[in-house]
């Protein structure tokens, strides 16, 4: 009897080595798994969950298998299936609006007392953004196009994030591989180049790089630049990697790294940032704090107007949201951005629930610091000053692209650009946000400008009435430049400092104009380094 258990038991399975076996076929296929969905390994991601349900399934089947026998630990596991799946359902009813109102209003803390015009400094012309995403693309491409060495192997991405370069407005992208057999014969090399568009002169480069990238966002295996994070950083959760360049011109992606604040999938915000030198390589996670300085993009803009959507909705509670609705505000339909100092802000206008064509006021935010401001500015709404602007060239049938907010000589203004069918810039215009009916057209901005501040001045809605002033002398230097398509004389006089600009609309006589003739001129006494002349007469001309 003795010996017959004894043979029992020596065919019996080990379970050591049978679970050991099961464990390894089943690390093997959450490695592969990890590999293709890039999840990260951590509670907070309803996936993850969802995944380690699974992974403890199959290692629960494989074992039972290779045992023939169910015993406790496989029960034990197929109880932490039930609690993964249940908190991955019942998790999110605990993160909900109704039952966390407040701690979502204040996710974004609005400060109310700021001054527009102290916080905005006046523009002139020539600081004006006037490159949208749209018109980047267009000249991206037709730089590309130039470009022999490069148009057979790459395309643009088109991206073309806006950011903040050594004080200047940009727009930046990266070049991409044609198709995969030219990512083959190209990826040990990497990308040759980025493009770079500035915003205000609309000068488009393509910057060719020393150490080319390689680690991007188009490349594949361990050098996609979300694998790459995501193996160095299994536990942390991270939005789409955005390509960025620092103050010198180097190439990086910056993944923002979110976590959610409140209970297990609600609330979601940034904790920090990982940066990538998408040519070496070199990868590190920063806190939020202590990002460096020169990345402007930390923080998502559906992220940020999401919470500033949640704030103006439930700062009084849920059932105020939905019953009396007192103090509710919501962010207009779009956004856009401003190159402020060494940052980027996203810009949204606020307006009331019952969805007029009026704003009572704007908000700024910082992408890097989340630093928002409230300016309580009531006026058009961006959508009203777009059908505004439309309507003034309604002839022409141009479409107007999302506004920006501007100080312009202490008058709040939106500026937006208008343009064809093909997607080509024609026009300008200035929209004054206190009354969407001032609207300043012109084939440039200069010329937007001038007409709109016209209209300002004679409407009495100017903070600062522009002053004409009245000045004549000798022209010590003349150059004639073409600004936009139209010609424009910079001068200056004898004895005099300023400098002047005349359009040739103003005196058909400029065209002969040289150094020693006597002019008597009225020009604009504003803001702009450059005086723009409105009436120029000669009084002698240099034989």
């Given at each position: 009897?003795?010996?017959k258990?004894?043979?029992?038991k020596?065919?019996?399975?080990?379970?050591?080595?049978e679970t050991?076996?099961?464990?390894?076929?089943?690390?093997?296929?959450?490695?592969?798994?990890?590999y293709?969905?890039?999840?990260?390994?951590n509670?907070?991601s309803?996936?993850?969950l969802?995944?380690?349900a699974?992974t403890?399934?199959?290692?629960?089947?494989?074992?039972?298998?290779?045992?023939?026998?169910?015993?406790?630990l496989?029960?034990?596991?197929?109880l932490?299936i039930?609690?993964?799946?249940?908190?991955?359902?019942?998790?999110?009813?605990?993160?909900?609006?109704?039952?966390?109102?407040?701690?979502?209003a204040r996710?974004i803390?609005?400060?109310?007392?700021?001054?527009?015009?102290?916080?905005?400094?006046?523009?002139?012309?020539?600081?004006?953004?006037v490159?949208?995403?749209?018109s980047?693309?267009?000249?991206?491409?037709?730089k590309?196009?130039?470009?022999?060495?490069?148009?057979?192997?790459?395309?643009v991405?088109?991206?073309?994030?806006?950011?903040?370069?050594?004080?200047?407005?940009?727009r930046?992208?990266?070049?991409?591989?044609g198709?995969?057999?030219?990512w083959?014969?190209?990826?040990?090399s990497?990308?040759?180049?980025?493009?770079?568009?500035?915003?205000?002169t609309?000068?488009?480069?393509?910057?060719?790089?020393?150490?080319?990238?390689?680690?991007?966002?188009h490349?594949?295996?361990f050098?996609?630049?979300?694998?790459y994070?995501r193996?160095?950083?299994?536990?942390?959760?991270?939005?789409?990697?955005?390509?960025?360049?620092?103050?010198?011109?180097n190439?990086f992606?910056v993944a923002?790294?979110?976590?959610?604040?409140?209970?297990l999938?609600?609330?979601?915000?940034?904790?920090?940032?990982?940066?990538?030198?998408?040519s070496?390589g070199?990868?590190?996670?920063?806190?939020?704090?202590k990002?460096?300085?020169?990345?402007?993009?930390?923080?998502?803009a559906?992220?940020?107007?999401?919470?500033?959507?949640?704030?103006?909705?439930?700062?009084?509670?849920?059932?105020?949201?939905?019953?009396?609705?007192?103090?509710?505000?919501?962010?207009?339909?779009?956004?856009?951005?401003?190159?402020?100092d060494d940052?980027?802000y996203?810009?949204t206008?606020?307006t009331?629930?019952?969805?007029?064509s009026s704003?009572?006021?704007?908000?700024?935010?910082?992408?890097r610091?989340k630093?928002?401001?409230?300016?309580?500015?009531?006026?058009a709404?961006?959508?009203?000053?777009?059908?505004?602007?439309k309507?003034?060239v309604?002839?022409?049938?141009?479409d107007?692209?999302?506004?920006?907010?501007?100080?312009v000589d202490?008058?709040p203004?939106?500026?937006?650009?208008?343009?064809?069918?093909?997607?080509?810039v024609k026009?300008?215009?200035f929209?004054s946000?206190?009354?969407?009916?001032?609207?300043?057209?012109?084939?440039?901005?200069?010329?937007?400008?001038?007409?709109?501040?016209?209209?300002?001045n004679?409407?009495?809605?100017?903070?600062?009435?522009?002053?004409?002033?009245?000045?004549?002398?000798?022209?010590a230097s003349?150059?004639?430049?073409?600004v936009?398509?139209?010609?424009?004389?910079?001068?200056?006089?004898?004895?005099?400092?300023?400098?002047?600009i005349a359009s040739?609309?103003?005196?058909?006589q400029?065209?002969?104009?040289?150094?020693?003739?006597?002019?008597?001129?009225?020009?604009?006494?504003?803001s702009?380094?450059?005086?723009?002349?409105?009436?120029?007469i000669?009084?002698?001309?240099?034989?």
């Amino acid at each position: 009897m003795d010996e017959k258990k004894s043979e029992e038991k020596k065919r019996e399975k080990n379970p050591f080595k049978e679970t050991l076996l099961a464990l390894l076929i089943t690390c093997i296929m959450f490695v592969a798994s990890e590999y293709f969905t890039l999840t990260p390994i951590n509670f907070h991601s309803r996936t993850f969950l969802v995944t380690l349900a699974i992974t403890i399934g199959v290692f629960v089947f494989l074992r039972l298998i290779f045992l023939h026998r169910f015993d406790k630990l496989q029960w034990l596991l197929c109880l932490l299936i039930v609690v993964a799946l249940g908190v991955n359902a019942i998790g999110p009813y605990l993160s909900t609006e109704m039952l966390n109102a407040k701690k979502y209003a204040r996710q974004i803390q609005l400060t109310k007392s700021n001054d527009f015009y102290k916080d905005n400094e006046k523009v002139t012309e020539n600081a004006i953004p006037v490159v949208d995403k749209q018109s980047a693309i267009k000249l991206g491409d037709k730089k590309m196009g130039s470009m022999s060495e490069y148009v057979s192997q790459f395309v643009v991405d088109n991206t073309y994030n806006q950011i903040n370069y050594n004080g200047k407005a940009v727009r930046v992208t990266t070049l991409n591989y044609g198709s995969n057999l030219k990512w083959l014969t190209n990826h040990w090399s990497g990308l040759p180049a980025y493009i770079m568009v500035d915003m205000v002169t609309q000068d488009t480069k393509i910057v060719k790089l020393e150490n080319k990238m390689k680690f991007t966002i188009h490349d594949h295996f361990f050098r996609n630049i979300n694998r790459y994070i995501r193996f160095r950083y299994p536990t942390l959760m991270y939005a789409k990697p955005a390509f960025e360049i620092d103050e010198k011109g180097n190439p990086f992606y910056v993944a923002p790294v979110y976590t959610y604040e409140i209970g297990l999938f609600g609330g979601r915000d940034i904790k920090g940032a990982i940066v990538v030198d998408a040519s070496s390589g070199h990868v590190r996670y920063y806190r939020r704090e202590k990002v460096p300085k020169w990345v402007d993009r930390v923080y998502p803009a559906e992220l940020i107007y999401k919470q500033l959507e949640n704030s103006g909705k439930y700062s009084g509670g849920f059932f105020n949201n939905y019953l009396s609705q007192k103090g509710v505000l919501k962010p207009t339909k779009g956004y856009s951005y401003l190159a402020i100092d060494d940052d980027i802000y996203m810009y949204t206008g606020f307006t009331s629930v019952s969805g007029d064509s009026s704003n009572v006021g704007f908000a700024l935010v910082n992408m890097r610091t989340k630093k928002a401001k409230f300016y309580p500015i009531a006026g058009a709404t961006e959508a009203s000053a777009m059908k505004s602007a439309k309507g003034k060239v309604e002839n022409y049938g141009y479409d107007a692209t999302f506004p920006i907010l501007l100080n312009v000589d202490n008058v709040p203004s939106y500026f937006l650009s208008l343009k064809d069918e093909e997607g080509l810039v024609k026009k300008y215009a200035f929209v004054s946000v206190e009354n969407y009916e001032i609207v300043g057209i012109g084939d440039s901005v200069k010329e937007a400008r001038e007409n709109y501040m016209k209209l300002i001045n004679d409407s009495g809605h100017a903070k600062i009435k522009t002053l004409t002033n009245k000045t004549e002398g000798k022209i010590a230097s003349i150059k004639e430049v073409v600004v936009d398509g139209n010609t424009t004389y910079y001068f200056t006089l004898e004895n005099d400092t300023k400098t002047y600009i005349a359009s040739i609309k103003v005196n058909p006589q400029l065209p002969l104009s040289k150094a020693g003739d006597e002019v008597k001129l009225t020009y604009l006494d504003d803001s702009n380094e450059a005086k723009t002349v409105t009436k120029l007469i000669f009084i002698t001309t240099k034989s």
